[in-house]
């Protein structure tokens, strides 16, 4: 189905989503990935009506993927969420998960396995435009946050939270 025409994904999304959330705890890192991989892909192209009810129960379901021992299932992890970026607009329940995944996102973005680098990297591209600060969105656009540079990151992070408290104060 994660390769089907969008009419086909449509059709059968949700209980196929279901399904697949299913593994995404599973104890066998092979289902995992698998599941983490058609998720991605049925993202990608499925309607909002069948994304919506499910996406705060996919990001919940997430979460220990973001810190599995297993290279792979974290890089497939972030890939997902950055794809859920596609329903996050005026989804409160969505942004609140976002707003609680961004640290692991951002200690992600300098995993020393560029996989994952590029992964988490990648996932902030998509997902930080939805909070609404173009400093942010600027930030993150650099040449220093492409995949295959590891950040100076403790300089990195004193710029992003000084962006990130500067975009919410400016909101209130």
Same mark, same amino acid.
């Given at each position: 189905?994660?390769?089907? @025409?969008? =009419? ?7 209980? &196929? ?9 599973? =104890?066998?890192?092979?289902?995992? +990935? =698998? ?11 499925? #309607? =909002?009506?069948?994304? %919506?009810?499910?996406? &705060? /129960? ?17 890089? /497939? ?6 794809? +859920?970026?596609?329903? %996050?607009?005026?989804?409160? @329940?969505?942004? #609140? ?31 930080? @435009?939805?909070? %609404?600060?173009?400093?942010? &969105? ?8 492409? @995949?295959?540079?590891? +950040? ?5 992070? &004193? /710029? ?13």
């Amino acid at each position: 189905l994660a390769s089907a @025409p969008t =009419e086909e994904v449509n059709r059968y999304a949700t209980p &196929v989503i279901s399904a697949l959330m299913g593994f995404i705890e599973s =104890e066998h890192d092979e289902l995992v +990935l =698998e599941s983490l991989d058609a998720l991605a892909k049925i993202f990608d192209n499925v #309607e =909002e009506r069948h994304a %919506g009810p499910v996406l &705060v /129960n996919v990001c919940l379901r997430l979460k220990p993927a973001f810190e599995n021992r297993n290279d792979k299932v974290r890089a /497939n992890a972030f890939t997902l969420f950055g794809v +859920l970026h596609n329903f %996050g607009a005026g989804n409160d @329940p969505f942004m #609140e998960q976002l707003n609680l995944a961004l640290p692991a996102l951002l200690v992600h973005a300098n995993d020393e396995v560029r996989e994952v680098r590029g992964a988490a990297k990648l996932a902030i591209r998509h997902l930080v @435009p939805l909070m %609404g600060s173009q400093t942010l &969105v600027d930030r993150f656009n650099t040449k220093a946050f492409d @995949p295959d540079i590891l +950040l100076d990151y403790d300089e990195f992070m &004193v /710029n992003v939270a000084r962006d990130w408290w500067s975009s919410l104060t400016s909101r209130s």
